[in-house]
């Protein structure tokens, strides 16, 4: 059986285990990867398996959707069997959704030693659910694999081991680097029909859309960027019923597309000429990018990316004039300060970290 298992959920978790798992099977160590099927959708999971190189998951969940009680609660029944049938000396989880604290609490429970993969992010929002599964996987951690500096800090005021922690990097960022030729925006145009000059535009956070009528003032401000500039946005599933039922798609410079890939979602991106976005990874890419980002919410987990990249918080009021702003600007180059180990390598530290433990 594998000694290291991965547990995946997530468009975010596809794209920060990639480098990892390339990394591990580079030293030879033995993994199997669950994919739990909490994005169910083939244009959110099975594509990025695809494009990143994924190996083909040991086993799919099919878990899907639904409250956050009835999802948790299926994935820890299967990932219970799981565990159990395989005895991993290791479980890897990733990033901060339902996936990512079944999983970390089922190996807790199981004596299972866990390594959480971008430790330390808070928001200090206790309203959101990625903060709730964030704080609780760390204390269950027996690897605090840390993407920012300032994790390690909160890690250590919330009583963290210093031993547990490791600063490696960010493997989101590993996985935009090697793929960075791939990011083709003139095919995504062509075969879209996208305009030259366009702002995209991705939200499905439940603060944002889960209530018709704040998806309502949601879509007001956005035919307002509309009216300076195309708007293109790939509509999430969360959400998608109360945005169009709110007449997202009834203004002419507002292109509304299905779910993309991995390469062809980031290629959009590189093209834009500003991104709005609830995302957390996406302010990480855009930041390496160098693309404005406005980031509707008023917190985020990763200040780094408003103090060494293009980001900056806005709420649903400052939308347009902060569009206006970005499209305005002018776009400095070559003048940016790339975040402290978002180098590329961020997988092979972590493997080299994972590998110590388990020797040990």
């Not at 269950?140 to 990097?169: K, M, N, W, Y």
């Not at 499209?327 to 997988?347: I, Q, S």
Request: charged letters at 20%.
């Amino acid at each position: 059986m594998a000694s290291i298992v991965h547990v995946l959920g997530a468009r975010p978790n596809f794209v920060k285990a990639a480098p990892v798992i390339e990394a591990l099977r580079a030293a030879g160590a033995e993994q199997a990867v669950i994919h739990t099927g909490q994005h169910y959708d083939e244009r959110m999971s099975e594509i990025f398996f695809r494009e990143l190189g994924l190996p083909e998951p040991d086993v799919n969940l099919g878990v899907g959707s639904g409250s956050h009680a009835a999802q948790t609660a299926g994935l820890m029944l299967g990932l219970e069997r799981e565990f159990t049938s395989r005895s991993p000396a290791l479980v890897i989880v990733y990033g901060d959704v339902n996936s990512t604290i079944a999983a970390a609490l089922v190996a807790a429970k199981l004596h299972i030693p866990v390594a959480h993969v971008e430790a330390g992010l808070r928001s200090f929002d206790m309203t959101m659910p990625e903060e709730v599964n964030r704080r609780l996987t760390d204390q269950l951690s027996d690897l605090c694999l840390v993407t920012s500096p300032e994790a390690i800090g909160h890690l250590a005021a919330e009583g963290v081991p210093v031993g547990r922690t490791h600063f490696v990097g960010n493997p989101m960022i590993d996985t935009l680097l090697k793929n960075l030729d791939a990011f083709d925006t003139a095919k995504v145009r062509a075969e879209h029909d996208l305009p030259a000059r366009y702002v995209l535009a991705t939200l499905h956070r439940p603060a944002n859309v889960d209530s018709a009528r704040t998806a309502a003032a949601l879509v007001r401000h956005l035919h307002g960027i509309a009216d300076l500039a195309d708007l293109v946005i790939p509509v999430h599933p969360r959400g998608r019923a109360n945005l169009l039922a709110a007449g997202l798609d009834d203004h002419p410079a507002v292109r509304v597309l299905d779910p993309l890939g991995y390469i062809d979602f980031i290629a959009a991106v590189r093209g834009a000429a500003a991104v709005v976005t609830d995302s957390g990874g996406l302010q990480e890419e855009t930041t390496i990018l160098g693309v404005p980002c406005l980031t509707v919410r008023p917190n985020t987990e990763r200040p780094i990316t408003i103090t060494h990249g293009t980001n900056r918080l806005v709420a649903f009021e400052g939308l347009v004039p902060e569009t206006r702003k970005a499209l305005e600007a002018e776009r400095p180059a070559g003048t940016r300060v790339t975040p402290p180990l978002w180098d590329g390598a961020a997988g092979p530290r972590i493997a080299e970290v994972i590998l110590e433990f388990l020797v040990d």
